[in-house]
């Protein structure tokens, strides 16, 4: 059975796992109201997959006999100063989460909780990916500058995913 104190930190993590995927539902909106709907997209589908994120922890806290209370969701920012903005604040937030999911690992570690510091190690590698995959969007945003054209590209190009 799952320790009091991991459980609660776990328990934290769903909130952030949720909290990331109303940021990105956020996003998703102000983009559609811009009508880049690639992007769009692409932020609804992220949004997706956050919350496929709160169920891992959902579910695992459950499997190891402990339980979830739900707390209170921030209320994400509505509007970004420029599309470049967005992409940089969501490369920042999964930065944040970065952190989190390692400070996580080093608590399992230090309460000698193996089957969680082994269940978190999807997240570390998700991690590495999730930068990996934010960091170029932003360097091709910074590129594009505020050539029109190049912006209707990348928006269809990120319109893809997930076809
Ligand atoms: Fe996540
Ligand atoms: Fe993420």
Known sequence: MIGKNMQQALNQQIN???YSSYLYLAMSG???GLSFRGMAKWMRQQAREEMSHAMKFF?????????VTLLDINQPQAQWPSILAAFKA???HERSITEKIHTLVDKA???KDHATANFLQWFVKEQVEEEATLAPIVSRLEAIGDHTGALYYLDHELGKRGE
């Open 16 to 18: 952030d796992e949720v």
């Open 30 to 32: 102000h983009l559609e």
């Open 59 to 67: 579910d695992f806290l459950y499997e190891r006999g402990g339980s």
């Open 90 to 92: 969501a490369a920042a």
């Open 109 to 111: 570690i230090a309460e």
